[in-house]
């Protein structure tokens, strides 16, 4: 990798991981597809509307898919697509650096 | 990776790479001890003021070691301690997909 000059393909990927809470919910739905509450359920802290805009996020980057089974009531589910699986090696290689020195 | 639960230690790891510039800033360092304006030429549209705080706050989890050479003038350099360098499977994981898909 040339660390001598800055990369604009590595800046938009850290910007986009680098959101605030963004980290955790790819890891959550590294898990396979998860409704809503599911994701909430791991992640306290965040708020439906912080949730809600990163999913919509996350849908415009190709990252996720969203899916509406037309149930009674209604059922959503969250998942990734294959842009948002290749994201794995970077989620390893946090847990794994985070195990080690957290 | 059990991805039914969250994980402390992922959770803080992702908060401190997910910072904004700071995924930016370990990526110039990789390349080796480096000034303040060696980092702020490579970023730009970051603030002093934010390179400044980015760095104490490096310093203090103990990724970056800051070196005072008392020259004349004083020479100050930063550069990633082990636990900052074992940070280059994230900063490749993340080149490698930027690369594929942004």
Redesign the interface.
């Known amino acids: 990798?040339d660390?001598?000059?800055?990369?604009p393909?590595?800046?938009?990927?850290?910007?986009l991981?680098?959101?605030?809470w963004?980290?955790?919910i790819i890891?959550?739905l590294?898990?396979?597809p998860k409704r809503f509450k599911d994701i909430k359920e791991?992640?306290p802290d965040m708020s439906d509307k912080m949730l809600t805009d990163r999913m919509k996020e996350l849908e415009s980057l190709g990252v996720v898919k969203r899916t509406v089974y037309p149930e009674m009531p209604v059922r959503i589910e969250y998942e990734l697509t294959e842009?948002g699986r290749?994201?794995e090696?970077?989620?390893?290689?946090?847990?794994?650096?985070?195990?080690?020195?957290?």
């Open positions: 990798m660390y001598s000059k800055m990369c393909k590595f800046e938009s990927a850290a910007e991981l680098g959101k605030k963004t980290g955790l890891r959550v590294m898990g396979g791991q992640i842009k290749d994201l090696e970077v989620t390893n290689s946090i847990q794994a650096w985070g195990e080690k020195w957290m």
